[in-house]
């Protein structure tokens, strides 16, 4: 879910209730040992997110190792190896699905990572690269002869990617042919299906991806569907809340938050620990030792004032010709703000009346004030602000076209 899920939205999620697992974004293993300023933000999660594992790809079985002790260091609960990615700048580096298609090599990379770390490593997967090549049962027995400590199946190919069905009967022969726990993903979008997918195949649990962006409650409805209590429904004002939250939770980020709130990599930048932090790995014979502890440690040093960046653009300015503050268009992390909220209603909107306006009016706006304005006429149409009572309407979500 790159791009989506970041800290904020999954703290958010953690906050309806019933999520057990995070997962980040997928991390560069390249990025997280050359300490690559984008990378270490991705990687970047809370206390509130726990459990959470930090998703990490490459092809290297060295510098995935290396990068798995970084995970470990900033206190992550796991590491998980993305095998499951099918875009092309992924797969060309030998990294994501094309894995796959390299059993040997995959199995090399995680034995290299369980070696190096004592958190447990994880692997998300595909049901294969394409038709001819579905081989998730049998790299599932090696991963696990590896040293993996968990598997997730997405059950559509790499040549798929999103198109079609996810094949959840493939996905319970993965679940009968290891011992250790399988999860299920695809095509997830409502919370019976959840539930279904456990009861018919026999995963030990299942992720929702694109699911989740449309309906952050769908894991408190499950959980409260498989105690065989009402299924909560979920108010205009709440959805409209989760997106208001959201914005503050972006733009605030890094503010007024006390030592130790935010786990970063830039934690572990420390004069006494970057040596610890990327020790040489045993049993991985990669040639000679090459820069990358040097120019780790160049890099995660140079992050010291990430904390400190300007917030720039959005600021009111001016006057309008009708006597109200002129807006200036958002710069800046606001105008990041504004992009990720125009990627989430992307998903957020569907099924909802008058969501495809909401998308319109969201994509057209250029400053902060404007978006929250749009939010609330949307969201709270009875005149209830975000503080107030909910209005007793709640929304219909019906299912949209493809699946999470």
């Not at 970084?70 to 700048?89: F, I, Q, R, S, T």
């Not at 011992?179 to 979008?189: K, R």
């Not at 268009?329 to 606001?334: H, K, L, N, S």
Request: charged fraction near 20%; proline fraction near 6%; glycine fraction near 12%.
């Amino acid at each position: 879910m790159a791009g989506m899920t970041d800290t904020a939205f999954r703290r958010l999620v953690k906050r309806q209730g019933g999520c057990g697992l995070v997962v980040t974004e997928m991390v560069s293993s390249e990025g997280l040992v050359r300490g690559i300023d984008r990378t270490l933000d991705y990687a970047e999660f809370t206390e509130e997110e726990r459990p959470v594992a930090v998703q990490i790809f490459g092809g290297d079985p060295r510098n995935m190792a290396r990068a798995a002790q970084v995970v470990e260091k900033m206190g992550a609960d796991l590491v998980d190896v993305n095998m499951g990615c099918p875009v092309p700048k992924v797969a060309k580096y030998n990294a994501g699905c094309s894995l796959m298609r390299e059993p040997e090599h995959a199995a090399e990379i995680v034995r290299a990572m369980a070696r190096a770390v004592s958190i447990p490593v994880t692997v998300k997967m595909r049901a294969g690269w394409n038709d001819s090549q579905v081989n998730a049962p049998e790299l599932a027995r090696m991963l696990e002869r590896a040293g993996a400590s968990a598997i997730a199946v997405h059950g559509r190919t790499a040549e798929q990617s999103y198109s079609g069905r996810s094949d959840w009967e493939l996905i319970g022969r993965v679940a009968r042919a290891v011992s250790i726990p399988v999860f299920g993903n695809g095509d997830c979008i409502e919370p019976g299906q959840m539930l279904q997918r456990l009861q018919e195949t026999g995963v030990a649990g299942v992720l929702v991806g694109r699911g989740v962006l449309r309906n952050p409650w769908i894991f408190a409805q499950a959980a409260a569907s498989a105690k065989g209590e009402p299924v909560p429904e979920v108010s205009l004002a709440e959805r409209g809340r989760f997106l208001l939250e959201y914005i503050d939770l972006l733009l605030n980020g890094r503010a007024n938050e006390p030592p130790g709130f935010r786990h970063a990599i830039v934690d572990v930048a420390t004069v006494q620990d970057v040596a610890q932090a990327f020790p040489d790995v045993s049993g991985i014979d990669d040639g000679p030792a090459d820069e990358s502890v040097a120019r780790a440690f160049t890099g995660l040093l140079a992050l010291g004032g990430v904390a400190g960046r300007a917030v720039a653009g959005g600021a009111l300015q001016g006057s309008g010709g009708d006597g109200r503050p002129a807006v200036r268009p958002a710069r800046g992390r606001e105008r990041w703000v504004i992009n990720k909220l125009r990627a989430l209603c992307a998903w957020y909107t569907r099924g909802l009346e008058g969501g495809s306006h909401l998308r319109v009016a969201v994509n057209h706006t250029d400053s902060i004030p404007a978006l929250r304005e749009i939010i609330t006429h949307f969201f709270f149409p009875s005149g209830s602000l975000p503080g107030q009572a909910p209005p007793e309407r709640s929304s219909a979500l019906a299912p949209p076209r493809v699946g999470g």
